[in-house]
């Protein structure tokens, strides 16, 4: 079993910037991809980036896309989410997801596609 664990999470005026990070652990190495996903209250979860830890292929949600940044570390041990530009529309709990199995290489950023959750962190942005 992978086990998942996000810090970085905090309390932003909007224009501000976060920095999510992932820590992966117990057998990491068989990750194929890894994902951050959000839900804000009443919403449905959103996909919001993956990355392939095969070739770094990146996967971004429309609502992030040039604003929003997910890459890995040198171990492939650990993701990260630079968050730029940031709005208070972003607000939302942030979780890290991965999938051992490859299923994100049809739908990257659907829940369905990732068996591995970390236990989120939250991202406040006010106006």
């Known amino acids: 079993q992978v086990t998942l664990v996000e810090s970085g999470g905090g309390s932003v005026q909007a224009g501000g910037s976060l920095r999510l990070s992932c820590s992966a652990s117990?057998?990491?190495?068989?990750?194929?991809?890894m994902s951050w996903f959000r839900q804000a209250p009443g919403k449905e979860r959103e996909g919001v980036a993956t990355i392939s830890s095969s070739d770094g292929s990146t996967y971004y949600a429309d609502s992030v896309k040039g604003r929003f940044t997910v890459s890995l570390d040198n171990g492939k041990n650990s993701v990260h989410l630079q968050m730029n530009s940031l709005e208070p529309e972003d607000t939302a709990m942030y979780y890290c997801?991965?999938?051992?199995?490859?299923?994100?290489?049809?739908?990257?950023?659907?829940?369905?596609?990732?068996?591995?959750w970390g236990q989120g962190t939250q991202v406040t942005v006010s106006s």
């Open positions: 997801a991965a999938d051992r199995y490859g299923r994100a290489t049809y739908d990257p950023l659907t829940p369905l596609a990732f068996n591995s």
């Open positions: 117990g057998y990491a190495r068989s990750i194929k991809f």
